[in-house]
């Protein structure tokens, strides 16, 4: 009864580890789709399982003014004032100043009337200015009638910036959110990371107790299967709590807009 009971289980675990293998090959498949490259064999990196991120008994609190999609919206504000600024501008009168200078020559003198001779055929003394006239003057123009369209668009254009003032606070509140999840995540995960390694060796203990008793034909089989089956959850569960760290301090990265802070924990 214990063997068959036994195989029925040894069965069933290889059918898990065909669908394992089977869902491994799937993840693989849609990796190199996503890289680009043929389909092909990644080997596993237990990096995150075999280690916790560096610098995790001080985590510095990152600044979120830094933030790039809160520089984003910063800008969209300044933007958006500097425009309402413009359309001020638009309410003055303008002013405007222009110049006009002209300058003649000719190879004629002063006596040509009484003779006609009194001329030169030389180029240079034909261009060379002996008279000159010039103006210079300031204008003003100022539409009044336009003053009342001016006013309406600089109300548009503050109505935008406040918007842009809403989207920002939303979006502060939301990256505080996010940050104040990833600490707490962070906290859950070390609990969990601290408590993994009892759990696993609880477990050892209680398998080697049971395989102990059925070598000496004082237990069955069933209880080694199930102080197996505790054995391997505790060793998963210890697995899970260092990638939960990992996770949590990428959701912290991500919340404070500084991938460094991930980067640097290796």
Request: glycine letters at 4%; zero cysteines; a negative charge.
């Amino acid at each position: 009864m214990d063997s068959s009971q036994a195989n029925a289980e040894i069965s069933a675990a290889r059918i898990a580890l065909t669908r394992a293998r089977d869902a491994v090959e799937e993840q693989e498949n849609q990796l190199a789709q996503l890289m680009g490259i043929p389909a092909t064999h990644f080997t596993i990196d237990t990096f995150f399982v075999a280690r916790l991120p560096a610098g995790m008994e001080a985590p510095a609190t990152p600044a979120l003014q830094q933030h790039p999609l809160l520089q984003y919206y910063h800008n969209r504000i300044a933007l958006s004032n500097e425009q309402v600024k413009y359309y001020r501008t638009l309410m003055y009168p303008s002013f405007s100043a222009f110049g006009i200078f002209q300058t003649r020559g000719s190879g004629f003198t002063t006596s040509y009337t009484s003779d006609q001779a009194a001329y030169s055929e030389d180029y240079f003394k034909g261009v060379n200015p002996t008279r000159s006239n010039y103006l210079f003057g300031i204008g003003v123009s100022w539409n009044l009638t336009s003053l009342l369209r001016v006013h309406q668009q600089v109300l548009a254009q503050q109505y935008i910036s406040r918007a842009a003032q809403d989207e920002y606070d939303v979006t502060d509140q939301r990256l505080q959110a996010q940050l104040a999840l990833a600490a707490s995540k962070m906290g859950h995960a070390l609990d969990n990371y601290r408590e993994a390694p009892q759990q696993v060796q609880a477990a050892s203990d209680a398998y080697l107790q049971r395989s102990v008793l059925y070598k000496n034909g004082l237990n069955n089989i069933v209880d080694v299967t199930q102080a197996l089956y505790v054995l391997n959850r505790a060793e998963t569960d210890r697995d899970i709590a260092y990638n939960n760290v990992w996770q949590a301090l990428l959701l912290r990265a991500a919340a404070a807009g500084d991938f460094g802070i991930f980067i640097n924990a290796f």
